[in-house]
């Protein structure tokens, strides 16, 4: 077949979509390590956890044994609203760079969140409406999980209460109020309604607030609610489950032309895309039946993976979560005030940590201002206003298409593209003035956090 056919955008018929999520955990010899209670370093079980998650997401977070779980219906329906998200065929990327490398990327911004959030939302929203519960708690940092969250639960009548990062509730209004478009309610983290938001402002007065802060005021609010459960968009096992929708729809679309990527790429924040996008790719690797070089990319101010050290460690600052094996930098770390590229938080996903400690994906760290540089470069020629989130994976994209320029190697490259960049022209400001600085931490600074890792045996 000549190179020609091969579409701008390849999309799926609606048959062609994904019926059953892929469990990449079924395949794995090294299983996650499982998430232990923080008192007793216990393995928690589906008791325990079920105090804070819904039933059947906690039956999903301890499966690790069935490969395939059927998408419902009811998610089937609404996933076909916005999906399948294109893959698209980089033509006018390649001709810019002039490389020989054949670039797609699978765009998951095509929804009003922006992102791919939705997708694990919708899931999540579902499963609370079906136990009967009255409403979710979680928090949101630069404020994507919360709109996708806001979305999903106004869809099923459900009450939404969104933990928002101080520092982006007051710089991202407009996030804020495209939550409460969908009848969500919004509270700025830390807060002084809840017993570990007083205890934070008392002990940091004027503490703009924190990932790891936020998830523990939704947590304090969802034990304390009757009918209420904690949601979390990133990191768990249940939510890289649902992105595996990401990976199966690249996939389908990569098979119907016989195309077989060499390179998939992706950024990582708590690693729920990239988990979601590699998840079939990983199976086939897992199972000996191909191979792809998989490289997760995170910034060099929050550097999980790449300076991080593999160790349970817990979930949130207020240390009521389980405690997570994971890469991870430390759960007081918080990047520096600067950075303004997102994957700002301090662990990476149970599996990705098992998966890379295995040798089976690859890391690398990249400066927020080449990030910037890459997601403009992209901006001009590919028709999107890239996410900062997802600008990190860009940017190595189109490294490794230069080097297969030197080369002339003609390598097939598969990137993750989460979302549209809207939102964050307050960065994009923070560049074109060049007043965004590329802050590295010390190892002098890692250790500091890394001294205070829980110590389990
Ligand atoms: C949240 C987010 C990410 C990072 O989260 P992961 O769980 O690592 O996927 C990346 N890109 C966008 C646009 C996001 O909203």
Sequence with gaps: MSENKIPYKIYLEESEMPKAWYNVRADMKNKPAPLLNPGTHEPMTAEELGGVFCADLVAQELDNDNAYIEIPEEIREFYKMYRPSPLVRAYCLEEKLGTPAKIYYKFEGNNTSGSHKLNSAIAQAYYAKKQGLKGVTTETGAGQWGTALSMACSYFGLDCKVYMVKVSYEQKPFRR???????????????????????????????????????????????????????????????????????????????????KPDMIIGCAGGGSNLGGLISPFM?????????????????????????????YDFADTGMVCPLAKMYTLGSDFIPSANHAGGLRYHGMSPILSQLYDDGLMKAVSVEQTKVFEAAEQFARVEGILPAPESSHAIRVAIDEALKCKETGEEKTIVFGLTGTGYFDMVAYEKFHDGKMDDYIPTDEELEKYRAKLPKVD
């Design 177 to 259: 109020e495209v939550m409460r478009v969908y009848g969500a309610s919004v509270t700025p983290s830390p807060s002084m309604e809840t017993e570990i938001g007083k205890k934070i402002n008392a002990e940091h007065p004027g503490t703009t607030g924190s990932l790891g802060c936020a998830i523990s005021e939704a947590v304090e609010v969802a034990v304390k609610n009757p009918g209420y459960r904690y949601v979390l968009g990133s990191v768990l096992n249940q939510v890289l489950l649902h992105q595996s929708v990401i990976g199966l729809e690249t996939k389908a679309a990569l098979d119907k032309y016989g195309i």
């Design 283 to 311: 199976g086939e690797k897992l199972r000996g039946e191909a191979d792809y070089e998989i490289i997760a990319v995170e910034p060099a101010s929050c550097p999980s993976f790449t300076r991080g050290v593999y160790a």
